[in-house]
């Protein structure tokens, strides 16, 4: 720490420096007058000018009264050792006197002009700082988003930018004050909420304490006061100004922020509705079929020439009906159509419809694949299963299902305006009813077509020739289970046998398997 000298501290006295510039004042002028008179045959004019030049050197550079003081020594000293009589005070003719008079009003004339030069430089020093000290405040609330952030770096930013002791900011809506700075208590929340509702600058000139309200658009914000510093009410009201302008900014941006965020959940709500609406179409329509509805807001009719459907019927639904109350009988419906549409899911069919206690699925459409005869069956057999557990259970609604399965071509398209449906037509349909209808409880009935697609892969029992109820005789047969050679008994769900020979003949992985054909009691998908 640098300890300033007795003498530098008297230097720095006021008073003692306003006596020690006159004196030096007097000196100079005396030194002058000095060195003029040592010179000889020296002409009065330039010693006069002389004179003037100190004078002026010392408007310049100290005061009025510098400069006064110098110009009565000047005077004086002219006139008693320049002019006659040489070395007594008095003037005989008009010219000294003039002389005289005009040296003093110089003096003061320059002083003057010295001074008012001063004070337009150290005015424009000062108002230069000023703007330095708004732009850096400026630059520092600019990074605000809100109202109490904005309040908190204003007058957390004005001690230090402007050399206040302390600063208080008053939010009128919340009633919230920050604070900052030592003395900051001294600026009472009453002094703050009355600059607010009086709507003008409040100056304490004795306690050097000033309030500037601020408003928005007709609206009251708050105030900001500061204390120890005096500044000018052009910069007060450049800070109001500015608070103004930040807050403006903010509260635009608090605006888009409020619209994005509206935007944004209006945009939620809409995938969502459409994510509904996409769940609703699919579970309609086909997904393949549904894109190119929304696409070309129609769908073709399509060709299949190789599908296979399945059909089942539960036995005894008609007198289910005359015993079961309806709200029973539609919830029993419901947990075996459920399981079945989860079978569908897992393997890969497509469900159609369900018409009464009929269910319909087929396989190989819209997405057409070479393994739709075998992946079929085995759906059928765990919706037999499914079937056979209930009644295993002890439930007291025993139901027993046929199961139909035929392959061949179809026709396939979207019909109507007005709850459309996606189906399919083509003698494949009739034969697939007809597949269930001559099958037996809790069996699965094959036509000769399917058949000759899945023998190779599970035990069929031939039935012979069936008569239809259009008296029409086909080949039927019952699927059985798994043959015994893909089982190879090593435990394995699929067993390597069955995935072996399934690659072999599609170039591809089955998609689930029934676990409970090769004595699991499980069913498992495939890579689950």
């Known amino acids: 720490m640098v300890v300033d000298s007795p003498f530098k501290m008297l230097l720095n006295h006021p008073a003692l420096a306003r006596i020690l510039r006159l004196l030096a004042s007097v000196g100079l002028v ?7 008179f040592r010179i000889p045959g020296i002409r009065p004019t330039t010693v006069t000018s002389a004179l003037i030049v100190a004078v002026i050197l010392l408007a310049a550079k100290w005061g009025r009264w510098e400069t006064t003081l110098a110009s009565l020594a000047a005077a004086y000293g002219f006139e008693t050792y320049f002019e006659p009589p040489i070395g007594e005070f008095g003037v005989k003719d008009l010219q000294g006197w003039l002389a005289v008079i005009a040296m003093f009003l110089s003096g003061i004339v320059v002083s003057y002009i010295a001074l008012q030069a001063r004070k337009r430089a150290a ?25 109490q952030a904005t309040a908190y770096i204003a007058v957390n930013r004005m001690v230090p930018i402007f050399g206040a002791k302390g600063a208080a900011f008053y939010l009128h809506g919340s009633g919230e004050v920050h604070r900052a700075g ?15 509702k009086a709507q003008e600058i409040r100056i304490d000139a004795g306690e050097k304490i000033s309030i500037i309200p601020v408003w928005l658009a007709g609206d009251p914000v708050g105030s900001l006061g500061f204390i120890g510093i005096s500044l000018s009410d052009t910069v007060m009201k450049s800070i109001g100004s500015l608070l103004s302008v930040v807050l403006e900014r903010v509260k635009a941006s608090e605006k888009l922020v409020a619209a994005n965020q509206e ?81 569908v899911t897992r393997y890969g069919l497509e469900k159609m419809k369900t018409i009464g206690d ?20 085995m759906a059928a057999f765990e919706m037999l299963e499914v079937v056979k557990n209930r009644s295993r259970s002890g439930s007291p609604f025993e139901w027993k299902v046929r199961i139909g399965i035929h392959t061949g071509p179809v026709i396939a398209g979207v019909v109507g305006i007005n709850k459309f449906a996606f189906d399919i037509w083509g003698d494949t349909v009739n034969y697939s009813s007809r597949m269930e209808s001559s099958g037996h409880p809790n069996r699965i009935n094959l036509s000769e077509r399917t058949y000759s697609r899945v023998k190779d892969f599970f035990v069929c029992e031939y039935r012979g020739k069936v008569a239809t109820k259009e008296k029409k005789e086909l080949d039927m047969y019952f699927a059985n289970g798994l043959l015994p050679s893909l089982w190879n008994g090593d435990g394995k769900v699929p067993p390597e046998a069955f995935v072996r020979r399934y690659n072999v003949y599609f ?22």
């Open 30 to 36: 005396c030194a002058v007058l000095a060195v003029a």
């Open 507 to 528: 170039q591809k992985d089955p998609p689930a398997f029934p676990a409970f054909l090769t004595g699991c009691h499980d069913v498992v998908a495939v890579g689950s």
């Open 263 to 343: 935007l944004e959940r209006r945009h939620h709500q809409v995938e969502e509705q459409k994510r509904t609406s996409e769940s609703l179409l699919l579970n309609i329509l086909p997904a393949e079929v549904a894109d190119e509805l929304r696409t070309k807001g129609m769908v073709s009719p399509k060709y299949f020439e190789d599908v296979t459907i399945l059909f089942t019927d539960f036995v005894g639904f008609t007198l289910a009906t005359e015993k079961l109350a309806a709200e029973d009988l539609v919830q029993v419906l419901n947990e075996y159509f459920t399981a079945f549409d989860h079978i």
């Open 358 to 377: 009929s269910y319909m699925c087929l396989s190989g459409l819209p997405i057409r694949n070479p393994a739709h005869p075998v992946d079929t069956v």
């Open 182 to 196: 030592a003395e900051s208590g001294r600026l009472s929340d009453e002094a703050l909420r009355d600059a607010v």
């Open 123 to 147: 005015d424009a020093v000062q108002s230069k700082l000023e703007t330095e000290r708004l732009y850096e405040l400026g630059q520092a609330m600019l990074a605000s988003d809100s109202l």
